[in-house]
Nanobody, 118 residues
């Protein structure tokens, strides 16, 4: 069974930090190092948007709205991908989803809620 499980969401004050983690399991992820991994988010009433991507060659891209504040990283041994969120803003409030593209298929986690509020 293929699974992506996000963790680390919660309530954080503006200007604070939070670290999200996504753990991959399942036979397909025996080749996790070949996966193209991303974090997406969906705010209430809005479409899901790409936040950050890290490819199998560790090429990284960020949405303009998070550049300089968020950092994506991966650990191919642990089969995890993390999103370090610093200097968070109320507009970062959303459900954050982990996405994997591997062997011509896409997989999604169920999401973790991040709420930025004082």
């Amino acid at each position: 069974q293929v699974q992506l499980v996000e963790s680390g969401g919660g309530l954080v004050q503006p200007g604070g930090s939070l670290r999200l983690s996504c753990a991959a399991s399942g036979t397909i992820f025996n080749i996790f190092s070949l996966a193209h991994m991303s974090w997406y988010r969906q705010a209430p009433g809005k479409q899901r948007e790409l936040v950050a991507t890290i490819t199998r060659t560790t090429s990284i891209n960020y949405a303009d709205s998070v550049k300089g504040r968020f950092t994506i990283s991966r650990d191919n041994v642990k089969r995890t991908v993390d999103l370090q969120m610093n200097s968070v803003k109320p507009e970062d409030t959303a459900v954050y989803y982990c996405n994997a593209e591997i062997a011509s298929r896409g997989y999604w986690g169920e999401g973790t809620l991040v709420t930025v509020s004082s």
